[in-house]
Nanobody, 123 residues
Framework: QVQLVESGGGLVQAGGSLRLSCTAS????????MSWFRQAPGKEREFVAS????????NYADSVKTRFIISRDNAKNTMFLQMNSLNTEDTAVYYC????????????????WGQGTQVTVSS
């Protein structure tokens, strides 16, 4: 069983930056592909970014690929999402998710989820 805990959310002005973290329990973090998803009020949860277990392969949603950077530190069982040039459309609850081996853009493919962290971008 893997437990995921997100942190780093908060309130930021448009154009600003935030760095989210997701820390995992367990000793096999490297075996898990990890992703970030987000859900805005009244909208479905959507894929943001994913990273392979080794950290060598990353994928992004088109809406964030020039502004966000996903990374991980397997020695610390932690994944990160550096979010730059934030705008009001980035306001959402951000969730980290994990699954064995290969990343996926579909939330239904993930076995483990964090509780979410709120990101609010003010204009």
């Amino acid at each position: 069983q893997v437990q995921l805990v997100e942190s780093g959310g908060g309130l930021v002005q448009a154009g600003g930056s935030l760095r989210l973290s997701c820390t995992a329990s367990g000793r096999t973090f490297r075996a898990y592909a990890m992703s970030w998803f987000r859900q805005a009020p009244g909208k479905e949860r959507e894929f943001v970014a994913s990273i392979s277990g080794s950290g060598e392969i990353a994928n992004y949603a088109d809406s964030v690929k020039t502004r966000f950077i996903i990374s991980r530190d397997n020695a610390k069982n932690t994944m990160f999402l550096q979010m730059n040039s934030l705008n009001t459309e980035d306001t959402a609850v951000y969730y980290c998710a994990g699954r064995y081996y290969t990343p996926s853009r579909r939330d239904g493919d993930y076995d483990y989820w964090g509780q979410g962290t709120q990101v609010t971008v003010s204009s």
